[in-house]
């Protein structure tokens, strides 16, 4: 029998078969395209066309989660007697996590004995999802919700994210570059890198000229911090760029040893800000620092 309950969101961009097969009960995040909802279904033929609209010229929009999404998932879930783990997208990314937060002391209020556990990822996309997994892990280990919280927020900051685009207008659209950043970068072919610094701030690193020369550097920074990479699965997102991000994991795989490399696509949570053509690799390694610094 299962000692708790693991829960996250469909922006933790786990395919919905890996979230089935492992008991994690995902909270699907709605979006909106040229005044449709639509909810994110998880599924890679569904991002495939959400990024083909943006490329047709669409702007999506997100909402975080509020208090009666969660509360309204939640009950759900409670009917199980279990206590809950919910793996959170992280604080510096959204206000989601500090709603959650809130609808877990008004539920726990409203049902004496109910267990609600949020948890800052301080994570965006696949990153919490690896989460979540670990969470699951530790679940079919026997482990209590305490313990798997405490973990949790112990290691948290030693999954580690990479991130690079050649699409600049759509970093822009987000406020992530500037417009003549954009205009200039586009022209002389400027890639950047970003990582997520410790509260899970997005920042960009290091811009690069030529995407070769942004991928020897990504190897570099690959190299300086992953640990015990023969024993581990690390992960490559992309935006709607399969055959390119491939290519970038294997790569990665085959120069460091990674015992497994597996490909998902970043959904829309994600995906409405940083738009079609983003890749990134996340593994465990050394503890993301707040100094941003590269070296």
Request: with cysteine; proline share 3%.
């Amino acid at each position: 029998m299962s000692n708790f309950i693991v829960c996250t969101d469909s922006g933790c961009d786990l395919p919905m078969d890996v979230l089935r097969m492992h008991d994690i009960v995902p909270l699907c995040l709605k979006y909106e395209i040229d005044g449709v909802e639509y909810r994110d279904t998880m599924l890679h033929e569904d991002c495939h066309e959400f990024y083909e609209k943006m490329r047709a010229g669409a702007a999506p929009k997100t909402s975080q989660l509020n208090l009666f999404d969660y509360v309204s998932f939640w009950k759900e879930l409670l009917d199980r007697a279990l206590p809950i783990v919910h793996i959170s997208l992280g604080s510096g990314v959204s206000g989601t996590y500090n709603n959650g937060r809130t609808a877990a002391e008004e539920l726990m209020k409203e049902y004496p004995g109910a267990e609600i556990h949020v948890v800052d990822s301080t994570l965006c996309s696949v990153g919490y999802g690896m989460l979540a997994l670990k969470a699951a892990e530790m679940r079919d280990a026997g482990a209590s919700a305490e313990e798997c919280v405490a973990w949790l927020n112990e290691h948290k900051c030693e999954i580690n994210t990479w991130y690079t685009t050649d699409e600049l207008k759509y970093l822009y659209r987000s406020g992530r570059v500037s417009k003549v950043g954009m205009i200039v970068g586009t022209a002389l072919n400027i890639c950047p890198i970003l990582d997520l610094d410790l509260e899970g701030h997005l920042i960009v690193q290091d811009k690069v000229r030529g995407t070769k020369a942004t991928i020897r550097r990504i190897h570099e920074i690959v190299g300086r911090l992953i640990t015990d990479a023969d024993k581990q699965t690390a992960y490559v997102c992309h935006s709607d760029i399969p055959e390119k991000a491939r290519e970038f994991g294997e790569a990665i795989k085959e120069k460091f040893g990674i015992a497994e490399m597996r490909y998902t696509y970043i959904g829309p949570t994600i995906g409405a800000n940083c738009g079609p053509g983003l890749m990134a690799v996340f593994f465990w390694g050394k503890p993301r620092r707040m100094d941003h610094a590269m070296d």
